[in-house]
Each structure stands twice: as C-alpha cells, then as structure tokens.
C-alpha cells in the first residue's frame, strides 16, 4: 500500500493511492508530488454536499504549467465515493493532468458510463475526512471568471511520499 500525505492550511490527510485499478493516474500523481509541484496550490473550487478541487492553481488564481495529459482510466472500477480522489479534466475525456478533486458525497453520475466516459478515481483518503469536510463548508464566491472559489485561500502547503 502506498500512501501519501496531504498538508494543507487546514489540516492534514492521509491519501492510499491505488496502484493496481489506476497505475497511469497514480504514476501521474505521484511525478507531481515528487518534484513539489503541488507546494503552495491552492483547492480553488468548493461546492458543498459535492467535492473539492485543487492542485493546479497557485494562490493569485494562475494556472500552472503541466505536464502532457493522461488517458483516462474512468473504466478502472473504482467509483466515486465519499472520500475518493479522481483526475479533474476539461470534456475531452483524456485531457487530465495535475488536477484532483476529493468527493464530498457517493457522486455515481461521475462514474464511467453514467452520463460519459466519467472520472477516473485513484486514491482514497483513510484519515483526516474531517479535513475535507471542514474544506468543504468552506464559503465561496466569484473570482474572475471563476465561480466556487473559497472566499479565505486554502492552500495545498506539500503533499509528500510517505514509504
């Protein structure tokens, strides 16, 4: 089992990736961690009752530059349920890269085959949940041309390996 940790300015989580359902996910995840990327992004989109998004943005709302885009492994089997971390992508089904989000609910209509080709899950939090659902009350509003945006900056500080 491998697992990493999530420090965040609200708290820390404790994240099982799943190699074996989600190699190419973990494996993508992982090359970020490894060389700091995530350090000092921010979760820009809240929506309560539904998920948390981060990894991409940095504290100002820029994005940052990342790697080439992964193939979606939505057709893994793995669902995503409360506490699940999966790939954030555009509507082109293998355009994820560093963004993740963590579900704040059973979200079904995320799965392969619900309305689309889904979301792919590949990891799961196993502590801290009440973390995520703290971040999850957090109050949102506009900023630019994005809408969900925690009003207070909640920032990614490190996510690092822990084996």
């Given amino acids: 089992m491998s697992t990493v940790i999530l420090e965040t300015s609200s708290g820390n989580m404790t994240i099982k ?3 074996d359902d989600a190699p190419i996910s973990v494996e993508n995840f992982l090359s970020y961690v490894d060389t700091g990327f995530y350090n000092n992004t921010i979760f820009h989109r809240v929506i309560p009752g539904f998920m948390i998004q981060g990894g991409g943005m940095n504290k100002d709302m820029t994005e940052k530059e990342t790697r080439e885009p992964i193939k979606n492994e939505a057709q893994n089997g793995l669902k995503n349920t ?3 971390l999966a790939m954030a992508r ?10 993740f989000f963590i579900n704040l609910a059973d979200n079904a209509f995320l799965d392969n085959g619900d309305r689309d080709f889904g979301y792919a899950v590949f990891a799961e939090v196993i502590e801290g949940m009440d973390i995520v659902e703290e971040i999850g009350k957090a109050p949102t509003g506009n900023k630019g041309m994005m ?12 996510i690092r390996r822990t084996d």
């Fill in 90 to 99: 555009t509507q082109v089904v293998d355009s994820a890269t560093s963004q």
């Fill in 17 to 19: 990736l799943n190699h």
């Fill in 82 to 84: 409360r506490g699940t």
């Fill in 147 to 158: 809408a969900d945006v925690p009003n207070e900056t909640i920032t990614i500080l490190t």
